[in-house]
């Protein structure tokens, strides 16, 4: 199973959610099938996806709020497992996609590598309320389907091939990211305010 | 030398008069009774973190919400959470307000503050960033304010250091 793949499946299901990717690969293949104002790109400040997901689900709970977040990242940031299942927000899903690899850095393995760490296992271990695993884009859209029902917080590991796009670059400056991604938020508050 | 109660509450009623609802914190000795009026208040949300730098991604998430909040930490930890400052909140001119302990400088007793307590102003300075210290109960809500407000305005992190004249009795 590849990413690019999942996220294609993805990608119609999302509607107005939230969305918050990683750096790199995974931030360029969403990109790549049409960016909305409710896409976030961290280019940079590996592993701080999920912290950035935690903080808007808190303060949106109207909203639902998915991290696409990877091995590489999650790594960097394990503790971020252990805080999310403190406050579990149920309009939070993370979707880890474990390529065992830090591809857009090289495409060094990455300590999941051979199922070598098992990072369901830790986020299990961690707390995690529901932790689902998927090795199929049919697998990945049920955890999807079941994530989106809001009842509790999902966390969805999702194994897949190292391979990314062949090309990097989007027409959104970092900063116009955050104002448009924040002006969109605020839009969407006011429409809801009685 | 024991943390301050009543200058504690000094600090969170300017968090409060400042607007903020939100705080992201890990817990540190100088910061006890703030946290615990926090956990305490039923208007306001309290996260605690595990490692700082998560707090740096946290309350840039609670902006991007729209929300008003504040990260409080001890100095050390603001020094753990370099990168998630520079690569996500100066990177994508994303305000923080970080009240930070500020342990380790002058009348500091216990030796592994110090190193940490001498390079916080340098690195405030290297990093650019808008800073103050905080050592009068009677000004602090004001400077917390102030700071709320600078960081809004300039899209930057700003930083208020809680000082040892401010936080011990």
Known sequence: MKRAECIRALYPELGDRLVVTIMGATAQELYDLGHRETFFYLQHAMGLASSIGLGIALNRPQDSVIVLDGDGSVLMNLGTLATLARYRPPNLTQVIFDNGSLLSTGGFASHTTAGITDLAAIARGAGCPRVLEAGTVYAFMEAVAQAFDGEVMTTIVAKVEAVGPDHFGMDLKLPENTFRFQRHIASTARLAAP | ?169
């Open chain 2, 1 to 169: 030398m024991t943390v301050s109660r009543d200058n504690s509450k000094a600090v969170y009623q300017g968090i409060k008069s400042a607007g903020i609802r939100f705080i992201t914190a890990l817990p540190e000795t100088w910061l006890v009774y703030l946290l615990q009026l926090a956990e305490d208040d039923p208007e306001m949300r309290l996260v605690e973190v595990a490692k700082e730098e998560e707090a740096v991604g946290i309350a840039a998430g609670a902006y991007l919400a729209g929300t008003p909040n504040a990260l409080l930490m001890q100095n050390h930890g603001f020094l753990g959470s370099i990168n998630g400052i520079v690569s996500l909140a100066m990177l994508y001119r994303i305000p923080l307000v970080m009240l930070i302990a500020h342990r380790g400088h002058w009348g500091e007793p216990y030796p592994w503050h110090t190193q940490g307590g001498i390079v916080t102003e340098p690195v405030l300075r290297a990093l650019g960033l808008p800073f103050e210290y905080a050592r009068d109960p009677l000004r602090v809500g004001g400077q917390i304010r102030e700071a709320q407000t600078l960081a809004w305005s300039s899209l930057s992190p700003v930083a208020l250091l809680l000082s040892r004249d401010l936080m011990e009795d």
